[in-house]
């Protein structure tokens, strides 16, 4: 297993995964070669058999469908790469099914809640500048949280308002972001250079977002700062960085912005991920007829 497990893991490098997707996929495997051993089995005396005594193991440690289903797809990919790299003669997961999972819409803000999030640090230090700019280009451009701390300078075209994002699997893509984020960003970048935290990497790159002391934030650095954000409102309404990208989604589509052009700023490879967003947009629109038709409701 250990020597399989390796050359997977090597083999997803190769196809430049981020290091969450990685350890997401080695921790599923881990789980899965714990079993293995505790049944004395070996990867060439797999069955489908086997995968649903694993799975049935699964939901008698009261695992969620969905974390289920995440390990199911984990081995499918496992073995496929065992098949296709001549290690395996089938794949045992092709023959399972995956558990049906509730249809879940995502959680947004409304358009008066992100206004008060993203305007919520208010004051002149360098941090507060930061965590200004941070929440107001989430909210923009619906960056997600991993591609935000991966930005540097030389991703940003301030004049045009453009940032440019490595997203899933390196792919590039373009997105724009409006005047206020612009201001918080100029505002910060200016104020970073003028404390001499605008120091290159060993890579060469400087990034865009640093903590006090010059290094990158990283992806919890930010997750703590919504964190705080949140406890700071008077609703107290929970939410996440994702949230924030919902939100970006979900307000250009109840604009009247097309499907399609939401996918591309969203770096989804497929216009079904982004068809959820249809389903919040009805449920809004249904909530105000309710709200207005005279004959809505009795």
Same mark, same amino acid.
């Given at each position: 297993?250990?020597?399989h497990?390796?050359?997977? #893991?090597?083999?997803?490098?190769?196809? &430049? /995964?981020? +290091?969450?997707?990685?350890? @997401?996929y080695?921790? $599923? !495997? %881990? *789980?899965?070669?714990?079993?293995?051993?505790?049944?004395?089995?070996?990867?060439?005396?797999?069955?489908?058999?086997?995968?649903?005594?694993?799975?049935?193991?699964?939901y008698?440690?009261?695992?969620?469908?969905?974390?289920?289903?995440?390990?199911?797809?984990?081995?499918?990919?496992?073995?496929?790469?065992?098949?296709?790299?001549?290690?395996?003669?089938?794949?045992?997961?092709?023959?399972?099914?995956?558990?049906?999972?509730?249809?879940?819409?995502?959680?947004? #803000?409304?358009?008066e809640?992100?206004? &008060? /999030?993203? +305007?919520?640090?208010?004051? @002149?230090?360098?941090? $507060? !500048? %930061? *965590?200004?700019?941070?929440?107001?280009?989430?909210?923009?451009?619906?960056?997600?949280?991993?591609?935000?701390?991966?930005?540097?300078?030389?991703?940003?075209?301030?004049p045009?308002?453009?940032?440019?994002?490595?997203?899933?699997?390196?792919?590039?893509?373009?997105?724009?972001?409006?005047?206020?984020?612009?201001?918080?960003?100029?505002?910060?970048?200016?104020?970073?250079?003028?404390?001499?935290?605008?120091?290159?990497?060993?890579?060469?790159?400087?990034?865009?977002?640093?903590?006090?002391?010059?290094?990158r934030?990283?992806?919890?650095?930010?997750?703590?700062?919504?964190?705080?954000? %949140?406890?700071?409102?008077?609703?107290?309404?929970?939410f996440?960085?994702?949230?924030?990208?919902?939100?970006?989604?979900?307000?250009?589509?109840?604009?009247?912005?097309?499907?399609?052009?939401?996918?591309?700023?969203?770096?989804?490879?497929?216009?079904?991920?982004?068809?959820?967003?249809?389903?919040?947009?009805?449920?809004?629109?249904?909530?105000?007829?309710?709200?207005?038709?005279?004959?809505?409701?009795?």
């Amino acid at each position: 297993m250990e020597e399989h497990l390796a050359a997977f #893991l090597e083999a997803l490098r190769n196809r &430049a /995964v981020s +290091e969450h997707t990685l350890s @997401s996929y080695e921790s $599923d !495997l %881990r *789980d899965f070669e714990q079993f293995l051993r505790s049944r004395q089995a070996t990867i060439d005396s797999i069955d489908y058999l086997f995968l649903r005594d694993f799975l049935n193991r699964l939901y008698q440690r009261k695992l969620q469908k969905t974390s289920v289903a995440r390990k199911l797809a984990c081995l499918r990919t496992f073995f496929k790469f065992l098949v296709h790299d001549g290690r395996l003669k089938s794949n045992p997961a092709e023959l399972i099914s995956s558990p049906r999972l509730p249809k879940k819409l995502p959680s947004y #803000l409304g358009e008066e809640e992100a206004a &008060a /999030v993203v +305007e919520m640090p208010q004051g @002149s230090s360098l941090k $507060d !500048l %930061r *965590d200004r700019a941070i929440l107001e280009l989430l909210y923009a451009s619906g960056l997600r949280v991993r591609e935000l701390v991966g930005l540097n300078d030389e991703n940003l075209d301030m004049p045009e308002h453009l940032v440019r994002v490595f997203g899933k699997g390196k792919k590039q893509r373009i997105v724009p972001f409006g005047e206020y984020a612009a201001r918080a960003l100029a505002t910060y970048l200016s104020e970073r250079d003028r404390v001499g935290l605008a120091q290159a990497e060993d890579s060469g790159h400087i990034p865009v977002f640093v903590s006090l002391r010059g290094r990158r934030l990283n992806a919890r650095d930010v997750q703590r700062l919504v964190e705080t954000t %949140r406890t700071r409102l008077p609703s107290g309404r929970r939410f996440t960085t994702h949230t924030l990208r919902h939100t970006f989604a979900t307000h250009l589509l109840e604009r009247g912005a097309d499907l399609r052009a939401i996918q591309e700023l969203l770096g989804h490879s497929s216009l079904a991920t982004t068809q959820k967003y249809t389903h919040v947009s009805l449920e809004h629109l249904r909530a105000e007829y309710d709200k207005a038709h005279p004959k809505a409701k009795k």
